[in-house]
């Protein structure tokens, strides 16, 4: 009988123990389920948090100054977008047009100028100091400004000078007026003078403004038709001005000025070769070559 007993309380003593191992994998398994939330909710940091609170930065990123934790901000692209800085604008005299009261400002008309325009090459001439033989054959007017600082030449007589005047902004800028000013004046250069082309026919006529380089005080003169000063330009509606500076007696160093408006700002803007003043000087009574078409030298060239 004792030996029947004791089998009885042995299934159930098995049971009991069943029982509470089952219990308790039930309650690991919800512990671990919780667990598991606060890990996501962190980011995915593999440590759960303990307390409540809102979503880390990485995950819900904001834009709001201040608000984003180290992590975030150091690291762009993981959950959050640098922010664009703002774009670079043109540098221009005036300033870039816009205004805090929605209004354009006025900004500085831009002027591309070409200081070795020919009328033709039979009338141009530069002043060299060089020998003949150590000058090499005339260029054509486009490559003009690659030869003429190679040698050091000087325009000699006359030099033509084509200003390409445009606007920068909305609405229109009314060009005043143009000046001249001079930094030196002294006796022609005692150089060789060395013509572009011969035989070419008649000079041509051009519409330009004429300016006096031996006069005590030069000035801007509209010549050959051209309407004098003031013009308007804008973005879409450029202006086109050559400038033809004249010099027999003197060596002279000079540059432009021009003086623009819009409404009531009023500025002046100053055109010159690159930074340097404009050089003409004077030709009369120097030696003087030319290079006739299917010549491979330079020849004497006296005054006609």
């Known amino acids: 009988m004792k030996r029947t007993r004791y089998r009885?309380?042995?299934?159930i003593a098995a049971v009991a123990a069943a029982a509470a191992a089952l219990a308790l994998v039930v309650s690991l398994t919800r512990g671990n389920g919780e667990g598991e939330g606060n890990v996501e909710q962190a980011g995915g940091t593999g440590r759960p948090t303990t307390a409540?609170?809102?979503?880390?930065?990485t995950r819900q990123p904001t834009t709001t100054p201040g608000t984003t934790s180290p992590t975030a901000s150091t690291t762009p692209g993981k959950g959050t977008e640098p922010t664009p800085s703002a774009p670079s604008t043109p540098r221009t005299t005036a300033g870039a047009p816009g205004g805090s009261d929605g209004k354009a400002l006025a900004t500085a008309p831009t002027v591309a100028t070409a200081p070795y325009t020919w009328e033709g090459p039979c009338t141009q001439h530069y002043l060299i100091d060089r020998e003949p033989e150590q000058v090499p054959p005339p260029p054509v007017e486009q490559d003009a400004p690659g030869w003429i600082p190679v040698l050091g030449a000087v325009s000699a007589g006359e030099q033509l000078i084509r200003l390409t005047v445009q606007g920068t902004g909305p609405g229109t800028v009314v060009l005043e007026d143009l000046h001249v000013r001079v930094v030196s004046k002294g006796a022609p250069l005692a150089w060789n003078d060395y013509v572009m082309g011969v035989g070419c026919g008649g000079e041509m006529s051009t519409k330009s403004f004429d300016v006096d380089l031996d006069a005590a005080r030069p000035t801007v003169t509209a010549v050959a038709g051209q309407r004098k000063f003031p013009y308007k330009v804008s973005e879409k509606?450029?202006?086109?001005?050559?400038?033809?500076?004249?010099?027999?007696?003197?060596?002279v160093n000079w540059y432009l000025e021009l003086t623009w408006s819009r409404g009531t700002k009023r500025e002046t803007l100053r055109i010159d070769d690159e930074g340097r003043p404009f050089h003409t000087s004077g030709n009369l009574a120097r030696p003087a070559y030319a290079y006739p078409l299917g010549w491979t030298e330079w020849i004497d060239n006296p005054p006609q």
Do not use: I
Not at 8 to 11: D, E, G, N, S, V
Not at 237 to 251: I, N
């Open 8 to 11: 009885l309380r042995w299934p």
């Open 52 to 57: 409540a609170g809102p979503s880390a930065p």
């Open 237 to 251: 509606d450029p202006e086109v001005f050559l400038v033809k500076a004249r010099v027999q007696a003197h060596d």
